[in-house]
């Protein structure tokens, strides 16, 4: 070879490839050797490994300079036979080191012939432990490679794969030889491929790994299902530092993706029932509690949501057996979680519909079991929806998944909870029928309990009203108002009451009591009392004496206590007898005179026994304002009750109001959502 036959890497071209590193780390080294078995020709490499230089190898008899000389004479013969037959020779075999050790090399030995015909031994020789090194480390890595349960590839710098194990054939579902210069746009199953690839050429810039990154998509292998991999990347180097290109593992963790999925579904649905039992039947409304069921369920649960009871239940009439018939619902809660044509479709609370023994929602209550449809189909909307036009709404609306859940509560079944999903992806599954009947189980009871005490409620507010006076605005010298109101913060009746009574001689007895308590009983002591008032006012008793009557009745009424203010008007002399049995003092208010409140021995209430009442006299003019009233007006948890009666007295500044909207004024200026007494309240102007 010539020197005009050399020519440097710029010659050839800028595309010509880079040479590798692999020969300076094996360190190969080269000398020839002439016929004679003399060193002509003698490279750096094998300086390093035999340690003589150039001067002190060339010209010297190679045998004689690093052969042990146990070893000269099988060599001698080796040397011949290459020279002589011109086969090559491969072998390791050891040598002597200048330093005098002895060293372990492999060599490939062949024969050279120049243009003159004149024969050379070429040797190129290498260190046998590091060849050996490297050939495990090869084997090694190719065992582990193809071996490994992590995908692995490598990649070239730009990008494009050089190499795929079979761990990564399985997870992409692409056979190797297919990856093999493609690049991972063509190959990888993920949305954020884009990501991963500048993130590998940030790997590649900078050298600096990208370890665990969490990616998710649906491989082609199985593209119903969600996988997750972690994926690491890292930049590969030659020894001199040359980037080769960039490696990727890629660990499949679906089964711990899917667990944590579990996990946090679980937490999120334990979530949602300790919500449900902190927000659900907060108060003994109906209504209101069904509308706290709906809030929970929506969007956690499912996208629309509608809570239905049988209007039998809610009549509290026991349901018949179940059969085959048709039921009639009545819609207490209706909620999307998204602006939805499928509101269209249900009926809007406070509705009555009737719905076919066909249609799942009635076979829901007949069987007292869940209807779960996963996936809905054209055949499903028609037993979903209560006619043709609702079901192409929910059509409309893009309802795939249907759940239907009895509202069950003490073995009887009021009704159901109707969920649908829409935009949520996924469909309903037994872990949502679980879910759904612990929330439909935990609400039936409180809307059972709720039914029910508005049923007693409403039986106690009717017997109440029943016995309360429906007197004539006037009576001879005075003009009268009322109003009662039961407790507003629990709906409960209690045993307040007033009564106007026409007396003898054109007098009015003005009475207003509170018997101690709530429910059918206390309303039903009220109506004895009141009774018993009306009699003792016929026989014209001084005010004290009918109170002194009324207390041995009191006492006989068991535990019962009651405080009452009883008084007599006369027109004639203007004057107001009074008498107070433990009861709230009434407010005075007049043209010429400050709203006040008359100064009255309080007394005992009554069926405390044995006590006398007093009777005091205070003068009424014309104009004259005088408001009697119970304990619930004026008492709060959180005010005293001098700055409430302060209050009540201030609304009595114009006392010739109209009566009704001073009544109406003293209720919506001194109640509140949160009061938890009755009222009742008689209002009387003297003309």
């Not at 794969?161 to 063509?186: K, M, S, T």
Request: contains cysteine; proline residues 7%; charged residues 25%.
């Amino acid at each position: 070879m010539t020197a005009e036959s050399l020519r440097s890497d710029d010659e050839y071209g800028s595309d010509s490839p880079p040479p590798t590193g692999l020969l300076d780390v094996l360190s190969v080294s080269a000398m020839v050797v002439d016929a004679d078995g003399r060193i002509v020709f003698w490279t750096p490499q094998a300086q390093e490994l035999f340690g003589y230089s150039a001067q002190e190898a060339l010209g010297k008899y190679a045998a004689r300079l690093f052969i042990h000389p146990e070893h000269l004479q099988a060599v001698v013969r080796l040397f011949a036979e290459v020279l002589e037959t011109g086969r090559s020779w491969a072998g390791a075999f050891p040598i002597r080191h200048k330093d005098g050790s002895s060293r372990l090399m492999e060599f490939r030995n062949m024969r050279l012939q120049d243009d003159l015909g004149d024969v050379y031994a070429l040797g190129i020789a290498a260190d046998h432990a590091l060849l050996q090194r490297v050939e495990t480390d090869l084997a090694l890595c190719e065992r582990l490679i193809n071996q490994s349960p992590i995908g692995l590839a490598l990649l070239d710098p730009d990008l494009r794969y050089l190499l795929v194990n079979p761990a990564l054939e399985r997870i992409d579902g692409i056979p190797a030889e297919d990856h093999v210069g493609r690049g991972l746009r063509e190959t990888l199953p993920l949305p954020d491929v884009e990501t991963i690839e500048s993130a590998l050429r940030q790997v590649l810039t900078t050298g600096t790994p990208l370890l665990d990154q969490y990616h998710v998509g649906r491989p082609p292998t199985d593209p119903d299902h969600e996988h997750a991999w972690s994926l690491s990347f890292y930049r590969l180097e030659d020894p001199g530092g040359r980037v080769l290109g960039a490696a990727t593992s890629v660990v499949d963790v679906t089964e711990r993706h899917r667990a944590a999925g579990e996990a946090d579904r679980a937490r999120r649905r334990l979530a949602l029932i300790a919500d449900a039992s902190t927000r659900v039947g907060t108060t003994l409304e109906v209504e209101q509690t069904a509308r706290e069921l709906a809030d929970i369920a929506v969007p956690q649960l499912a996208d629309v949501v509608a809570v239905d009871v049988l209007d039998s239940a809610l009549a509290c009439r026991r349901a018949r057996r179940p059969d085959n018939g048709p039921e009639l619902f009545r819609s207490l809660a209706l909620k999307a979680a998204h602006p939805t044509v499928a509101l269209r479709a249900a009926d809007p609370p406070g509705d009555l519909a009737a719905y076919g023994g066909d249609r799942l929602v009635t076979l829901c209550v007949h069987t007292g079991r869940p209807i779960l449809v996963r996936h809905v189909g054209d055949r499903d909307l028609p037993r979903i929806a209560r006619d043709a036009e609702a079901g192409a709404l929910l059509a409309r609306a893009g309802v795939h998944s249907y759940l239907a859940v009895p509202l069950t509560a003490h073995g009887e079944v009021i009704g159901a909870l109707d969920l649908k999903r829409t935009r949520n992806p996924l469909p309903f599954d037994e872990d949502d029928v679980i879910l759904a009947s612990e929330l439909a189980s935990r609400t039936a009871v409180a809307i059972d309990n709720a039914r029910w005490f508005q049923s007693v409620r409403n039986t106690a507010l009717t017997l109440q009203r029943s016995l309360l006076p429906d007197h004539p605005p006037r009576h001879t010298g005075l003009e009268l108002a009322s109003r009662y109101q039961p407790a507003q913060a629990t709906s409960e009746v209690g045993g307040d009451w007033y009564d106007v009574i026409p007396l003898a001689d054109d007098r009015t007895a003005l009475v207003v009591g509170d018997v101690m308590g709530n429910g059918i009983d206390a309303a039903a002591t009220m109506g004895r009392l009141r009774t018993a008032t009306c009699a003792y006012a016929d026989l014209d008793l001084d005010p004290g004496a009918v109170l002194q009557h009324l207390d041995r009745i009191t006492c006989d009424l068991e535990h019962y206590i009651v405080t009452c203010l009883y008084a007599v008007y006369d027109p004639r002399t203007g004057r107001c007898r009074i008498a107070n049995a433990g009861h709230m003092p009434p407010a005075l208010a007049g043209p010429d005179r400050a709203p006040g409140l008359l100064d009255l021995p309080p007394g005992a209430p009554l069926g405390v026994g044995g006590i006398p009442f007093e009777t005091t006299t205070a003068d009424l003019g014309p104009g004259d304002l005088l408001v009697l009233y119970t304990d619930g007006l004026v008492e709060t948890r959180h005010h005293s009750i001098d700055d409430r009666l302060n209050v009540l007295l201030s609304f009595l500044d114009e006392p010739a109001r109209p009566l009704e909207q001073t009544c109406d004024l003293l209720l919506y200026g001194l109640r509140h959502p949160d009061d938890h007494d009755d009222v009742a309240l008689l209002v009387a102007r003297a003309v």
